[in-house]
């Protein structure tokens, strides 16, 4: 059975970079065809998908997030990892890690396994 969880810091001041890792465990990330993906959950609003990366590194982005994300990977510790830069209030959000196929990267977000989830605040 995969698990995933989240860790990083819970408050981040405005303008500062969110860092948060996934660690995996029953898994590989390394696996083929699967995508590693972040979700975020603002209070009040659905589901957004944030980016994915894959079995092989390549690297999928929201239009909307893209020019403040990074997504990458440490095989040796089996994690991935988010980075959000520049973050506002607006960015404060459950923020979670998933796994699954294709369906898993895009706005469907139809994920097979899921963290926990961790909650992230933007204030001052």
């Known amino acids: 059975q995969v698990q995933l969880q989240e860790s990083g810091p819970g408050l981040v001041k405005p303008s500062q970079t969110l860092s948060l890792t996934c660690t995996v465990s029953g898994g590989s990330i390394t696996a083929n065809s699967y995508y590693w993906s972040w979700i975020r959950q603002p209070p009040g609003k659905g589901m957004e998908w944030i980016g994915s990366?894959?079995?092989?590194?390549?690297?999928y982005y929201s239009p909307s997030l893209k020019s403040r994300i990074s997504i990458s990977r440490d095989t040796s510790k089996n994690q991935f990892t988010l980075q959000l830069s520049s973050v506002t209030p607006e960015d404060t959000a459950v923020y979670r890690c998933?796994?699954?196929?294709?369906?898993?990267?895009?706005?469907?977000?139809?994920?097979?396994?899921w963290g926990q989830g961790t909650q992230v605040t933007v204030s001052s």
């Open positions: 990366i894959t079995y092989s590194g390549n690297g």
């Open positions: 998933a796994l699954g196929g294709s369906s898993c990267s895009g706005s469907r977000v139809a994920c097979s396994y």
